[in-house]
T-cell receptor
Framework: DADVTQTPRNRITKTGKRIMLECSQT?????MYWYRQDPGLGLRLIYY???????NKGEISDGYSVSRQAQAKFSLSLESAIPNQTALYFC?????????????FGEGSRLTVL | EDKVVQSPLSLVVHEGDTVTLNCSYE??????LLWYKQEKKAPTFLFML????IEKKSGRLSSILDKKELSSILNITATQTGDSAIYLC????????????FGTGTRLQVFP
């Protein structure tokens, strides 16, 4: 089983719909992140959380919200999806104790907004 | 504005060729530079570099950092079709926050 699990893996929705992408991890890491990946733009940080009570905006947080329900769970919501939110979304975790900066990624959630 | 630039954007080679992928960065502060390989799914970690001139090696892959030139290279020798992937470079510009800044990636295609 994957250490970082994302659901759903694929989703097609319509403009204006509310969408939630969920992430759970068994690595025991405090730090969790949501990135989106677009062709030609690389990975961009949406939100990150360093513990259950800590939520921070990344470089492209507009149109998104998050919830850190527990150490192991970090959800990303699109309150009213729009077509330019079509992308591949990755959840990731890290362990500051490793002092490497390495991120551990989930398998990705491909979202298409029509 | 902090940024990471990778080149080339795309590369097509034949099995057995040697390739060099480039990554340059402009960041306010620097802690480390990381390389990831992304096949069809999640990026997987290859190397972390913090010191100039010290080569990191794993099999046919190697990487080195040049802090004076604000750049890094990733070399792959004797390429195989299994090396086909997007190679991502990322910089950790802050102390102990793991907020990586990613480049756009280099897409490598290796044909038999």
């Amino acid at each position: 089983d994957a250490d970082v699990t994302q659901t759903p893996r694929n989703r097609i929705t319509k403009t204006g719909k509310r969408i939630m992408l969920e992430c759970s991890q068994t690595k025991g890491h405090d730090r969790m992140y949501w990135y989106r990946q677009d062709p030609g733009l690389g990975l961009r940080l949406i939100y990150y959380s360093f513990d259950v009570k800590d939520i921070n905006k990344g470089e492209i947080s507009d149109g998104y919200s998050v919830s850190r329900q527990a150490q192991a769970k970090f959800s990303l919501s699109l309150e009213s999806a729009i077509p330019n939110q079509t992308a591949l979304y990755f959840c990731a975790t890290s362990d500051p104790g490793q002092n490497t900066g390495e991120l551990f990624f989930g398998e990705g959630s491909r979202l298409t907004v029509l | 504005e902090d940024k990471v630039v990778q080149s080339p954007l795309s590369l097509v080679v034949h099995e057995g060729d040697t390739v060099t992928l480039n990554c340059s960065y402009e960041v306010t502060n620097f802690r480390s530079l990381l390389w990831y390989k992304q096949e069809k799914k999640a990026p997987t970690f290859l190397f972390m570099l913090t010191s100039s001139g010290i080569e990191k090696k794993s099999g046919r892959l190697s990487s080195i950092l040049d802090k004076k030139e604000l750049s890094s290279i990733l070399n792959i020798t004797a390429t195989q079709t299994g090396d086909s992937a997007i190679y991502l470079c990322a910089v950790d510009p802050f102390y102990n926050t793991d907020k990586l800044i990613f480049g756009t990636g280099t897409r490598l295609q290796v044909f038999p």
